[in-house]
């Protein structure tokens, strides 16, 4: 098994895979962002509460509609082999289409596979990490 911990090439095809999903969802295209996921990807949009297919779609339409910008940074990556496990600081910080004042975040523990394409695709996606 190899093994690599935030070093190399790697780490960096991560941290642009990470850029990539924040681009697009800035860019509210969830058609693009559902690409990001293998099909029975799981989201976990609140602690306890796993969705996958339809659900997990809506998730993210859910997250994208609160309308503000979001900023994430991939802290840590381990990667063994083609799977690997990201701990990612994110935020979102603006003002919502209804006025209100949003100020989320936190750190995300998500799991990654990569296909035989070389690209990254999430399997898990856990934004709330450890929080309960």
Do not use: C
């Not at 860019?27 to 306890?48: I, N, T």
């Not at 990612?88 to 603006?94: A, P």
């Not at 799991?111 to 934004?127: K, M």
Request: net charge negative.
């Amino acid at each position: 098994m190899t093994t690599n911990h935030d070093a190399g090439p790697t780490h960096a095809d991560l941290a642009a895979h990470v850029a990539r999903w924040v681009e697009l969802f800035n860019a509210r295209d969830l058609a693009a962002l559902d690409v990001l996921y293998e099909p029975d990807a799981v989201v976990v949009p609140q602690p306890g509460h796993p969705v996958t297919g339809a659900d997990r779609s809506a998730a993210l339409a859910d997250f994208m509609g609160l309308g503000v910008p979001m900023k994430a940074a991939l802290r840590q990556a381990v990667v063994a082999n083609d799977i690997a496990l990201l701990v990612i600081d994110w935020s979102l910080t603006g003002t919502g289409p209804d006025g209100r004042e949003i100020d989320l975040g936190g750190t995300a523990t998500d799991i990654v596979r990569r296909g035989a394409d070389g690209q990254w695709r999430y399997v898990i996606d856990n934004p709330s990490g450890v929080a309960s």
